[in-house]
DNA sequence: TAGGATTGCAA
DNA sequence: TATTGCAATCCTA
C-alpha cells in the first residue's frame, strides 16, 4: 500500500473555503518564505521543464520537496488534522477515486453531437432573422447592452428591472414581456440554443479526445459547502431540459455496443439528513412509513389530506428552503406566493416538525460559542461571523450554519460511497468502472455480465453509507445505453 | 489582451 | 432577502 498525502486537502479540511491552498502561499503564509516561482528559471515561461537550465531546476524541484515536507510536519502537529478522520478515511482515498475516474473519462458519440449542433444552427439563423426583422434594425443579440438598447430605446418597450450598468434584459424580463410582445420570446429561444450550442455542444466537441472521450478535471478543494467541481469541460451541468437539450445527454454513451450506462442518485437526502440529525419523529416516521414526504408536509400546511397538485409544490419547495433558512420574503419570491403565505408555510413546518427548530437553535447556539459547524463525521467549518456585532452579517452566518451540517453531510456521504463503491468494484475484479459524479448522482459503465450484480450492489452500498441511522437513505437507479435524464 | 459585467446551466 | 461553481460573450481599460 503506498502512502500518499497532499498538503492542500490538508490545509482543506482544517479551512474549508478559504483561498490561496497552493504550496507558494502556504510557504509565504506559514514559513515567511518565497517560493523560486517557475517563471524565475524558465526565461519569459517560454522553456517548458526538460528545457530549464539542470542546476536551477534541480534547485527549485528541491525547495518544493522540502516546502512540502516541512508544511506535512508543521500540519501534523495540527491535533485536528490528526485527530480528525476526514483527510485520512475521506478526501486521501477519494483523491485515487477521482484521479481514475479522470483518467478513464466518459464516451461520447461526436455524430449525435455534430446532428444538434446542425439543428441550432439552423434554428438560430432563423431566429436572427426574425428578430432583426422585428427589430427593424440588424443588431448583435449576443450583446445584453444591445438587446436593451433596442427593446428598451428604439422599440420602447416597458423596461423594469435595471442592472448596475444598464436595463436588465435577463430570462426574469423577457419572460415578463414576452406574452406582449414576441420578440422577447424569441430572443429567449434564441439565447437558449446559442447557450447549448456554444457551451455545450462546441465545447465537448473540442475538448473530446481521437479515441471520442472526454475527461473532466475535478476540484476537491475549491468550494465552501464541501461538494466537488468539475471542469475542462464542466460536466456537472449538462443540461436537463426535455427539448433539444435533452438529446446532449444521449451524446454520452457506454464504452462498448454491449456495455450500459447505468446511473444511481439519491433522492431527497438532504430532508432525510435533516430528519436524521434533528431527531424530529414525524419526519421520521414519515420516511419510515415509506409516506411522499412533499404530500406529508402539504397536508400539515394546509391542514386536509386532500391537497391539490401545486399545494403539493408549495410543500416540496418549503421542505427544500427550509434547509436554507430561507426568510418568508425569500420564499414568497421562490414560488410566487404572498409574503404572508410564505410565512404561514414556513411556520407550518416548524409547527409540526417541532425538533427541526430546535436542531436549527442548537446548531446556532453551538457555532456561536465555538465559531464552528461540525457534520455528522465532524468535519468542521468556522463560521466566525456568527457573532458579528452587524445583525444583517449574522444573520446570513446563522443561515450557513443551519445549512453547513445538512449540505457537508450531504457531501461527505457520496464521498464515502465512492469509496466504497471502487473497492467494491476492486475487490470484486469487476470489469464495470465509475465514470462520473454531479454532487449527488454517480454514473457508472457496466458490463453487460455484471449488470444483474451491480444493479444491486452500488445502490445497496450508497443506501447504507450511515451506520445506527434510524432511517435509511435512498437511491434511484436507471440504466441506459446513453445519459438520458430520469426526471 | 485581461478582466469585469451579464447571462445561464447544474445540483 | 438560498448556495456553489463553470463557462460564453461582450466590451472597456
Not at 500518499?4 to 515567511?32: C, H, S, V, W
Amino acid at each position: 500500500m503506498t502512502y500518499y498525502y497532499d498538503t492542500m486537502l490538508a490545509e482543506y479540511i482544517k479551512n474549508p473555503g478559504q483561498r490561496g491552498l497552493g504550496l507558494d502561499a502556504l510557504a509565504d503564509k506559514k514559513f515567511n518564505y518565497e517560493m523560486i516561482s517557475y517563471s524565475d528559471i524558465s526565461e519569459k515561461k517560454k522553456l517548458s521543464f526538460e528545457e530549464v537550465d539542470l542546476q536551477k531546476a534541480a534547485i527549485y524541484s528541491g525547495e518544493d520537496v522540502y516546502m512540502t515536507y516541512k508544511l506535512y510536519k508543521e500540519q501534523q502537529a495540527n491535533p485536528y488534522i490528526t485527530n480528525s478522520s476526514v483527510l485520512d478515511s475521506m478526501e486521501l482515498p477519494l483523491l485515487k477515486v477521482l484521479s481514475d475516474m479522470e483518467q478513464t473519462g466518459i464516451k461520447i458519440d461526436r455524430d449525435i453531437l455534430k446532428g444538434i449542433w446542425l439543428r441550432l444552427e439552423q434554428a438560430i439563423s432563423e431566429l436572427q432573422k426574425e428578430i432583426h426583422d422585428i427589430a427593424g434594425v440588424e443588431f448583435n443579440i449576443n450583446s445584453p447592452k444591445q438587446v436593451g438598447e433596442i427593446l428598451f430605446e428604439s422599440l420602447w418597450l416597458p423596461s423594469s428591472k435595471k442592472t448596475k450598468t444598464w436595463y436588465s434584459v435577463n430570462a426574469e424580463v423577457l419572460d415578463w414581456l414576452k406574452s406582449e410582445y414576441p420578440i422577447a420570446e424569441k430572443i429567449v429561444t434564441y439565447r437558449h440554443y446559442s447557450k447549448l450550442q456554444s457551451t455545450y455542444i462546441q465545447w465537448l466537441l473540442e475538448v473530446a479526445t481521437d479515441e471520442d472521450r472526454i475527461h473532466t478535471s475535478y476540484n476537491q478543494i475549491i468550494t465552501s459547502t464541501g461538494r466537488l467541481s468539475s471542469n475542462s469541460p464542466n460536466l456537472q451541468n449538462i443540461p436537463t431540459g426535455n427539448d433539444i437539450a435533452w438529446e446532449i445527454r444521449t451524446a454520452f454513451i457506454p464504452d462498448a455496443d454491449e456495455d450500459y450506462l447505468m446511473a444511481f442518485d439519491y433522492s431527497q437526502v438532504e430532508v432525510r439528513l435533516l430528519a436524521i440529525m434533528s431527531g424530529d419523529e414525524n419526519l421520521l416516521d414519515a420516511f419510515k412509513q415509506g409516506k411522499d414526504i412533499h404530500q406529508v408536509t402539504g397536508e400539515f400546511i394546509f391542514k386536509t389530506k386532500d391537497i391539490s397538485g401545486k399545494q403539493r409544490q408549495f410543500a416540496k419547495a418549503v421542505n427544500f428552503w427550509v434547509i436554507y433558512g430561507i426568510s418568508p420574503f425569500g420564499l414568497s419570491k421562490m414560488i410566487d406566493v404572498t409574503q404572508k403565505d410564505a410565512k404561514v408555510y414556513i411556520d407550518a413546518f416548524y409547527e409540526n416538525y417541532p425538533k427541526v427548530r430546535e436542531f436549527f437553535d442548537d446548531v446556532i447556539l453551538w457555532c456561536k460559542r465555538n465559531s464552528f459547524v461540525e457534520t455528522m463525521f465532524a468535519r468542521r467549518r468556522y463560521i466566525p461571523s456568527i457573532n458579528d456585532a452587524n445583525k444583517m452579517i449574522q444573520k446570513w452566518a446563522e443561515r450557513e450554519a443551519i445549512n453547513m451540517p445538512i449540505q457537508w453531510t450531504n457531501a461527505d456521504i457520496i464521498k464515502l460511497a465512492m469509496i466504497q463503491v471502487v473497492k467494491m468494484l476492486e475487490d470484486g475484479n469487476y470489469k464495470s468502472t465509475m465514470l462520473l459524479q454531479v454532487h449527488d448522482e454517480l454514473v457508472f459503465n457496466i458490463k453487460a455480465d455484471e449488470k444483474d450484480e451491480l444493479e444491486v450492489k452500488i445502490p445497496y452500498i450508497m443506501e447504507n453509507i450511515l451506520n445506527n441511522a434510524p432511517i435509511e437513505l435512498k437511491v434511484d437507479g436507471a440504466i441506459w445505453k446513453n445519459w438520458k435524464e430520469t426526471k
